[in-house]
């Protein structure tokens, strides 16, 4: 079985604070990828970064940057100067075993305060 | 192109009611999925397609019934709707190698059942 761990429900942070969502997961597989979504208040779910299991390199995009560690099962996401359009729910998900099935996190609601 | 494309957006039914979610995709993805978005709640999957005519059951699939004809649809059939079953669905859809394709959803389909 697996299973993805995002313990942070909510975050507050104020506008231009660096804001870091958490992310554990759990697998037997070897070969896996970890996602992350962000659903804004629209509700639509949009593609943020994919990462496999076997390439650990952090990864920085803009303002969003990605921490994977395989020794510690983790895939932290964070926010850097954050704005008020960073606001939404951010979801964690994992692929593995063979099959395209996807298991998410339950998600972190984050509000940036202007 | 359209993308992932849902019908209807919402929709309200009566307890014992059935009712059939669509679900297309112009983008030629094997791969196809639903899940069910509770208030709150991550997203769970319902069932998954990996091609025409192979369908196969997700984490939470009692209620509910799939078929893949073609490429492009996925409908998602509710029997006997119950007030379990309110939720937001969400349809998605990816390429079909290697497991580590991001998922492209639609917009999803408010479900009340009263």
């Known amino acids: 079985a697996q299973k993805v761990t995002q313990a942070q429900t909510e975050i507050s942070v104020v506008e231009k604070e660096d804001v870091t969502l958490d992310c554990v997961y759990e697998?037997?597989?070897?070969?896996?990828?970890l996602f992350w979504y962000k659903q804004p208040p629209s509700g639509e779910l949009v593609f943020l970064i994919r990462r496999n299991s076997f390439d650990e390199q952090n990864e920085i995009s803009g303002r969003y940057s990605w921490n994977f560690q395989k020794s510690t099962s983790s895939f932290n996401f964070t926010i850097t100067a954050s704005q008020v359009v960073d606001s939404a729910v951010y979801f964690c998900?994992?692929?593995?075993?063979?099959?395209?099935?996807?298991?998410f996190g339950t998600g972190t609601k984050l509000q940036v305060i202007p | 192109n359209a993308g992932v494309t849902q019908t209807p957006k919402f929709r309200i039914l009566k307890i014992g009611q059935s009712m059939t979610l669509q679900c297309a995709q112009d983008m030629n993805h094997n791969y196809m999925y639903w899940y069910r978005q509770d208030p709150g709640m991550g997203l769970k999957l319902i069932y998954y397609s990996v091609g025409a005519g192979i369908t196969d059951k997700g984490e939470v699939p009692n209620g509910y019934n799939v078929s893949r004809s073609t490429t492009e649809d996925f409908p998602l059939r509710l029997e006997l709707a119950a007030p379990s079953q309110t939720s937001v669905y969400f349809c998605?859809?990816?390429?079909?190698?290697?497991?580590?394709?991001?998922?492209?959803f639609g917009p999803g389909t408010r479900l009340t059942v009263t």
């Open positions: 697998t037997r597989d070897t070969t896996y990828y």
């Open positions: 998605a859809s990816s390429y079909s190698s290697g497991g580590g394709y991001e998922q492209y």
């Open positions: 998900a994992l692929i593995s075993g063979g099959y395209q099935k996807v298991t």
